[in-house]
């Protein structure tokens, strides 16, 4: 007997290990299906993205990102958090990240596609789920810098990086998506000179804690405010670092990092 109840407890620690593994690829699979497979050139911008999942990546997560050619030298691009885990945050994910791209197209102006990805979400009824979202549009210039057009919806503000080191909110904060039904949002116009870069995150790098510490907006500032000179994806990797530095256990949420970074004209 004790024989067969051995055995019975091995075949099952098998089918467990053997569930978890599926469980973790098909999270792994969809995770990145709800992710762009690569970022576009944008003529004379750098950009960066860093994406950490929290957990083991048995869970899909809600954060998402992307950067897609809208059309007239236009680019879109977005950095949002879903509330919550698993299948109906990725249905929302997957819901915003296409809408994003088909409302830009048509040419909506940015509070238009997200007043109209705020109905849709609404229209989910009970499955739906309350999402922060910083949409912005960006054109390059002949004069090298870039404009760009923000519209943050319960996010983390954007940060701007001046050349001479100091550092601003880009945005102002406006209601999240999937709560309210009659949203009224607005943009606003940023202009990044030559040197400039605009760092955008989700939560899970503002929120990061280590006991009762918290980053925060202003830990997040300081750290930016010493990446003058640096490329995007060199802005972007020291952002990380400073996050894991700040808390050494794991993290509880997932981050994305999204740099923007207008360069200087080459040395002569």
């Keep these: 007997e004790l024989a067969e109840d051995l055995s019975r407890r091995a075949a099952l620690a098998l089918d467990n290990a053997r569930l978890y593994s599926e469980r973790m690829a098909i999270s792994q699979s969809l995770q990145r299906s709800l992710l762009p497979p ?4 944008v003529p004379n911008v750098e950009i960066e993205v860093i994406y950490r999942a929290a957990g083991e990546g048995n869970e899909v997560g809600g954060d998402f990102y992307d950067v897609f050619p809208i059309r007239d030298g ?20 997957g819901l915003a990240r296409h809408a994003l791209r088909l409302l830009a197209k048509e040419g909506f102006t940015g509070p238009a ?8 979400i609404l229209d989910e009824g009970a499955r739906s ?71 955008c995150v989700t939560d899970g ?18 750290v930016l405010s010493t990446c003058t000179g640096l490329t995007a994806g060199a802005v972007a990797a020291r952002i990380l670092r400073a996050v894991e530095r700040f808390a050494a256990e794991p993290a ?17």
């Design 74 to 93: 236009a680019y879109g691009f977005a950095i949002g958090d879903v509330c919550g885990t698993g299948p109906e945050a990725a249905a929302v994910t």
């Design 113 to 120: 596609v997200l007043e109209r990805l705020n109905a849709a």
């Design 38 to 41: 690569g970022l576009p050139d």
């Design 252 to 268: 509880s949420d997932d981050m994305a990092i999204l740099a923007m970074r207008v360069p200087e004209p080459p040395r002569i």
């Design 129 to 199: 789920r309350f999402l922060t979202l910083l949409y912005g549009e960006l054109w390059p210039q002949e004069d090298g810098s870039a404009l760009l057009k923000v519209v943050c919806a319960g996010h983390p503000l954007p940060l701007r990086l001046r050349q001479d080191g100091s550092v601003e909110a880009a945005a102002e904060p406006q209601p999240l998506l999937g709560v309210l039904e009659d949203l009224e949002l607005y943009e606003q116009e940023v202009t990044l000179s030559p040197g400039d870069v605009l760092l």
């Design 205 to 222: 790098v503002t929120e990061r804690r280590e006991g009762t510490r918290m980053l925060g907006d202003d830990g997040l500032a300081d």
